[in-house]
C-alpha cells in the first residue's frame, strides 16, 4: 500500500486538476469534431514528448526496446498489458468526455465527469480495498448532486441527455485509466509512461476518425489555438503530472483529488461553453 502523499505529489495533484479543468472550454471553444481534437492533442502530444524521452530517457528506451528492463520479462507482462489497456481507457474517456462537451453544458459535463472517484472507489472495492463509511458517504452525497444535475437534462431530453450519458462513460473510462496506471506505472519512468499513452491514444483514435471519416485538417484559428491549449494544458502539464503523481500517491487520492475542478459555466464571449443558449433559462441557471 502506497503512504501518505508528500508534498511533491501534493503539487502534482494540484497541478493535474488545474490543467485537466481546461479541456472542456477548450474542447467547447473550438469549432473541429471533438475526436479531431481528441486524436491531435494525443498526436502533438507524442510529437513532443517523443524527443524529449529520447533526450533525457535514451538509457530506458534503449534498455525497453532490447527487452533487459523487468517489464518486459515473460514473468512482468502484466505492467505491460495494464498499460495498454489503460492507455485504451484513456482514449475513450478523450471520445466520450470531449464530444459529451458538445452535447450539454460544459458545466454539466465537467460535473458529470468528477464523479469518477464513485467509481474508483468501486474498482478498489472489488480489488478488495476497504473504503471508510466517511469516505463513502462523502461519494454518495456527490452522486445526489450529480443525479439532481441531471435531472435537468434528463426532463429536457435530446442531445443534452446524450451529453450526461457520454460524460458518465468519460468518468468511468478516467477511473480505469487511473486504476490500470497505479499498477502499471511503477516500473517505468514518467516521460516513457506519458510518451507511450499519447502515441496509443492517438493510434486508437485516429483508427476511429478514419473510419468515421472524421477531417483531420482544414481547422480555423480558433480550433488551432484550442489545440494548443490542450496540448499544453491537459495532455502535457496535466497527463505527465498524474502520470508522475500515480507513481507515488493511491489511484483512490488522485481520483477524489479530482473532485476539486472549477466548474467552467460562460465563455469569455459571454455565451455558453459547449452548447447554443436556449431561449428559456433553465431552472438554476444565471
Avoid at 497541478?15 to 469549432?31: H, I, K, R, Y
Avoid at 515473460?74 to 484513456?90: H, I, K, N
Avoid at 478516467?174 to 490500470?180: E, N, S
Amino acid at each position: 500500500m502506497k503512504s501518505k502523499p508528500d508534498p511533491l505529489s501534493m503539487a502534482a495533484m494540484a497541478v493535474t486538476v488545474l490543467s485537466v479543468s481546461a479541456t472542456a472550454p477548450l474542447t467547447a471553444a473550438a469549432s473541429a469534431s471533438p475526436l479531431a481534437m481528441a486524436f491531435w492533442r494525443n498526436c502533438l502530444g507524442f510529437a513532443v514528448l517523443g524527443p524529449l524521452l529520447l533526450l533525457l530517457r535514451r538509457r530506458e528506451v534503449v534498455r525497453v526496446a532490447r527487452g533487459e528492463r523487468s517489464v518486459l520479462r515473460r514473468e512482468q507482462w502484466r505492467p505491460l498489458v495494464c498499460g495498454f489497456l489503460a492507455a485504451t481507457s484513456l482514449a475513450l474517456h478523450f471520445a466520450s468526455f470531449m464530444t459529451s462537451t458538445r452535447l450539454t453544458s460544459v458545466a454539466m459535463s465537467t460535473a458529470l465527469v468528477a464523479t469518477q472517484p464513485v467509481w474508483q472507489a468501486l474498482i478498489a472495492a472489488g480489488q478488495g480495498v476497504r473504503t471508510s463509511r466517511r469516505t463513502w458517504a462523502g461519494l454518495a452525497l456527490s452522486v445526489v448532486g450529480a443525479a439532481a444535475a441531471g435531472g435537468l437534462d434528463i426532463r429536457s431530453g435530446g442531445t443534452a441527455l446524450l451529453g450526461d450519458l457520454l460524460a458518465l462513460v468519460g468518468a468511468i473510462a478516467q477511473a480505469g485509466y487511473t486504476a490500470l496506471s497505479e499498477r502499471s506505472r511503477a516500473d517505468v519512468s514518467t516521460p516513457l509512461y506519458s510518451t507511450f499513452t499519447s502515441l496509443v491514444c492517438g493510434l486508437e483514435l485516429l483508427a476511429v476518425c478514419r473510419l468515421a471519416r472524421i477531417p483531420l485538417t482544414g481547422f480555423d484559428r480558433s480550433t488551432q489555438l484550442s489545440l494548443l491549449g490542450l496540448l499544453v494544458l491537459p495532455q502535457i502539464l496535466g497527463l505527465g503530472s498524474l502520470n508522475f503523481a500515480l507513481g507515488r500517491t493511491s489511484a483512490t487520492t488522485m481520483s477524489v483529488c479530482s473532485c476539486w475542478r472549477p466548474p467552467w459555466r460562460r465563455s469569455p464571449r459571454g455565451g455558453s461553453w459547449g452548447r447554443a443558449s436556449s431561449p428559456r433559462p433553465r431552472p438554476g441557471s444565471c
